[in-house]
């Protein structure tokens, strides 16, 4: 079985609309989801907002997106993975983030993400790439309890790091 896997950020408007389109059809039931892939436009576009896009054979089965946190500027925060489930199991998620932690290792002091609390294979992926459960709690609505991970980036500042993180999550 041939294969052509090509990973990068958003190069150019065709990427941007790809992804954007890709996030459309995946909303996942999260509420006023449609606002955020719309707001995610705008700050890709502005650079606020950095994506890893994963393409085979030229379409798009796979995205990452990060930003530094808007209330920690020490912290860089996952918003959105996505493999599209025919690609699953090939390790695209493990390396997408690997890049970000690899390339951003010097900049922030941890990376933080969240994630239903009913998405336990989420969760079990994200723990295998060595991110902690830091509390539970309702973050975007509040029947659903979200799951908010960490991952260290500066092993010796670990416990000061949780502590910072935890100052700063607040349920809605």
Known sequence: MAFDFNFHGIEDRTDLKELIDFLAYQDLGYP???????????????GYKKAILA?????????????????????????????HPAFRLRGFGRFMLRQVEVEHAEQYEAI????????????????????????TCPLYDQNTPEIVMIKSLNKDKKQFIIATALDFIKPN
């Open 32 to 46: 006023r989801y449609q606002e955020w892939v719309q707001r995610t436009e705008h700050e890709l576009d502005s």
């Open 112 to 135: 933080i993400c969240d994630a239903r609390a009913n998405q336990s294979d989420t969760i079990k992926f994200l723990e295998s790439c060595g991110y902690s459960p830091l509390i």
């Open 55 to 83: 393409f085979s054979e030229r379409y798009l089965v796979a995205d990452l997106i990060y930003q530094q946190h808007k209330e920690a500027a020490c912290f860089l925060e996952l918003k959105n993975l996505r493999i």
